[in-house]
């Protein structure tokens, strides 16, 4: 069982930025794609960003296309979500997941098999 552990949260004003971190344990987690999804208050969870195992391929929501960057160092076991420009939108707690592939960036929450706890970001005017 792969553990998540999301950090790098907080508060910052619109236009700003941020750098969330998430620390996996366990063997899977650089033969595994993984994907960055966020949850406000009131809505439904929904992706953010995904790459694949080795990290050459990247997918990411169009409402943050341009603005953040997801990235991974598989020696460290940990994958990255790099967030500039922020917008008040982006406001929600953000959670890292290991997909049950390799090399599929799915947008989907069924393809994610373990999820971290999550990291409170919040952006204010």
């Known amino acids: 069982q792969v553990q998540l552990v999301e950090s790098g949260g907080g508060s910052v004003q619109a236009g700003g930025s941020l750098r969330l971190s998430c620390a996996a344990s366990g063997r899977t987690f650089s033969s595994s794609a993984m994907g960055w999804f966020r949850q406000a208050p009131g809505k439904e969870r929904e992706f953010v960003a995904a790459?694949?195992?080795?990290?050459?391929?990247?997918t990411y929501a169009d409402s943050v296309k341009g603005r953040f960057t997801v990235s991974r160092d598989n020696a460290k076991n940990t994958v990255y979500l790099e967030m500039n420009s922020l917008k008040l939108e982006d406001t929600a707690v953000y959670l890292c997941a290991i997909s049950t592939t390799a090399n599929v960036l799915s947008r989907s929450l069924s393809m994610y098999g373990s999820w971290g706890q999550g990291t409170q970001v919040t952006v204010s005017s």
């Open positions: 790459i694949s195992w080795s990290g050459s391929s990247t």
